[in-house]
């Protein structure tokens, strides 16, 4: 049992150290953040209804509506 537990604190101690970080900001639906050069913002309507918002670095993202 100890060894086993032992076992699982280490990797998670190795899987922790060698992962990186992201910052991201609080949105008032979800989430934003940059990985690489990319914006991502995911967005949370319901616990069924997500929305993911992808654009270049600098740009805002505009919802053209193609329906009337």
Do not use: W
Request: net charge positive; hydrophobic share 45%; glycine share 2%.
């Amino acid at each position: 049992m100890n060894k086993k537990l032992l076992l699982i604190v280490l990797l998670t101690f190795i899987f922790i150290s060698s992962s990186k970080a992201q910052t991201f900001q609080k949105t008032d639906f979800g989430i934003k953040l940059k990985i690489n050069s990319v914006e991502i913002e995911i967005q949370f309507y319901d616990t069924s209804i997500v929305r993911i918002l992808k654009s270049p670095e600098g740009t805002i993202f505009k919802k053209k509506s193609l329906s009337y």
